[in-house]
């Protein structure tokens, strides 16, 4: 373990990552985050979500450095008295939760959708490229939004919010698969012409297992790079919807949904509620989009 580690340490993308300032930075805001986010259960000083330890009579309380703030709640508080700071951490988590699953779900559906259209070619390439461009005409919101409504009409109303969290992460990851699998497509179509596969068929081994085993490790270097990007892309996704009220409910919200809450009181004075949680949002998505972008000129052999 430690040897490996050692290896890393030494190679070539470590090496960049060491000798790139702005990938430093990102790294350590989003680590930082990702810590606040996941570990909120132990580190958040008040748990927003629960009711009982809800207090009326500390709403709209503003930040510490206010005149009226108090060091009870370092960012101030909401409408209903909830802790501004925990609410982040916990909302954060939750931006993280379904933007990770909508890339992973889109990543999925993106490379076999793309290893079958590159392997097989033919009219079943075309078809699925097709249908490829066809969505990729249309922004993703757009279609996020048409299979967040359909699955809202189709599913009764009281189970609105227990279907919230996975039909969303399944309308974002249905958005995003033609990325990869144009990108993987790309990369099939290269790698199928090699000598290696040519010698799979040769001694018998089937279609799948030449696509799965063989081609798909040396088309995920791409497929990687661009996970990255989607990700952020995923989370603003996430908190559009959140914010046009069709995300995941109040009672365990994201920054998309706090961002919509505090908008209400954005002009009455009460900016800490909206500020913050954009701020956040921000702050997360930025990390992630330099990382990718550091990401992708480390694995990309003509500028090394």
């Known amino acids: ?60 309380k503003p930040p510490v450095w206010s005149v009226e703030g108090t ?65 990729l005409s249309f922004p993703a919101i757009l279609i996020a939004l048409l299979i967040d409504g359909v699955a809202r009409a189709v599913v009764p109303g009281d189970m609105h919010e227990v279907i919230a969290f996975p039909v969303l992460v399944g309308a974002i990851a249905l958005a995003g698969w033609p990325q990869y699998a144009r990108t993987v497509r790309g990369s099939t179509l290269v790698e199928k012409n090699r000598e290696y596969v040519q010698a799979a068929r040769v001694i018998g081994i089937s279609s799948p297992v030449i696509m799965f085993r063989h081609v798909l490790p040396n088309v995920l270097g791409p497929v990687l790079v661009l996970a990255t990007v989607h990700l952020a892309t995923a989370i603003i996704t996430e908190a559009t919807l959140s914010y046009l009220g069709v995300g995941v409910p109040p009672t365990s919200p994201s920054l998309g949904t706090l961002i919509r809450i505090g908008n209400d009181f954005l002009f009455s004075g009460e900016w800490w509620i909206t500020i913050f949680p954009g701020a956040a949002l921000v702050l997360l998505v930025l990390s992630v989009n330099l990382l990718g972008d550091w990401l992708r000129d480390a694995l990309n052999p003509r500028l090394n």
């Open 1 to 60: 373990m430690l040897n490996s580690l050692a290896k890393f340490w030494d190679g070539d993308l470590a090496w960049s990552w060491r000798h790139h300032p702005v990938a430093i930075v990102a790294t350590l805001a989003l680590a930082s985050m990702l810590i606040a986010a996941f570990g909120a259960d132990w580190l958040a000083p008040y748990n927003p979500f629960d009711l009982a330890s809800i207090e009326l009579m500390d709403a709209l």
């Open 71 to 135: 060091s009870q709640y370092l960012l101030g508080t909401d409408s209903q008295g909830r802790d501004l700071l925990s609410a982040l951490m916990y909302g954060t988590r939750v931006s993280l939760l379904i933007g990770l699953a909508a890339v992973v779900g889109a990543m999925t559906l993106g490379i076999v959708l793309g290893l079958i259209a590159g392997y097989a070619g033919g009219r079943i390439d075309a078809l699925i490229m097709r249908v490829a461009d066809v969505q």
